[in-house]
Antibody, heavy 119, light 109 residues
Framework: EVQLVESGGGLIQSGGSLRLSCAAS????????MNWVRQAPGKGLEWVSV?????STYYQDSVRGRFTISRDKSKTTLQMNSLRVEDTAVYYC???????????????WGQGVLVSVSS | QSALTQEASVSGTVGQKVTLSCTGN????????VGWYQQISRGAPKTVMF??SLPSGIPDRFSASKSGTTASLTISGLQPEDEADYYC???????????FGGGTKLTVL
């Protein structure tokens, strides 16, 4: 059974750093497109970052240069530096569909972890 | 401002068929497959469709289609447990990123 479990969230002051982890089970993270998606309070879903099976990484413009996505055997990590108040959100780990036609679509989601950035 | 446009709210009665839309352009929906996600009470999203495919465990009253630059999610035989926010997503060439619609709040009357 595929499971994604996030951890590492919390309350942090503006300018600080946090490291989010997404523990995966039931599949190999290196075989899939692994994403982070966030949802600010009262807002919709927003894609943040992805790491491809080959190791390439991509970011949304607002986090590029501040966030870094990486992975090891069974975990995907999002290192968040220079955090801003507007980064406050629930962060979800989401797996991309294993298909050349649907790889940009998400099939499994974690339960989410809250990141609160105070001024 | 979301790259994809969804209705803010849609409502229907139990047993009714409802259709939610997601409008984009040639850089996104016009070229790439669309995913649909259900979020109940701000919990974790759940994927209900990817392209025209139904994920395991999702009832077959959910279906999806696409025409040009508009994608649609249809729920046939609406059930009380279908009340949720629904989001669409796809890839967008103009921003080289995965993009979401703003979400539709579906109310079951």
């Amino acid at each position: 059974e595929v499971q994604l479990v996030e951890s590492g969230g919390g309350l942090i002051q503006s300018g600080g750093s946090l490291r989010l982890s997404c523990a995966a089970s039931g599949f190999s993270v290196s075989d899939h497109y692994m994403n982070w998606v966030r949802q600010a309070p009262g807002k919709g879903l927003e894609w943040v970052s992805v790491i491809y099976p080959g190791g390439s990484t991509y970011y949304q413009d607002s986090v590029r240069g501040r966030f870094t996505i990486s992975r090891d055997k069974s975990k995907t990590t999002l290192q968040m530096n220079s955090l801003r108040v507007e980064d406050t959100a629930v962060y979800y780990c989401a797996r991309g569909v294993s298909s050349s036609s649907y790889y940009h679509i998400f099939d499994y989601w974690g339960q989410g972890v809250l990141v609160s950035v105070s001024s | 401002q979301s790259a994809l446009t969804q209705e803010a709210s849609v409502s229907g009665t139990v047993g009714q068929k409802v259709t939610l839309s997601c409008t984009g352009n040639s850089n996104n929906i016009g070229t790439y497959a669309v995913g649909w996600y259900q979020q109940i009470s701000r919990g974790a999203p759940k994927t209900v469709m990817f392209g025209n495919s139904l994920p395991s465990g999702i009832p077959d009253r959910f279906s999806a289609s696409k025409s040009g630059t508009t994608a649609s999610l249809t729920i046939s035989g609406l059930q009380p447990e279908d009340e949720a926010d629904y989001y669409c997503s796809t890839w967008d060439d103009s921003v080289s990123a995965r993009v979401f619609g703003g979400g539709t709040k579906l109310t079951v009357l």
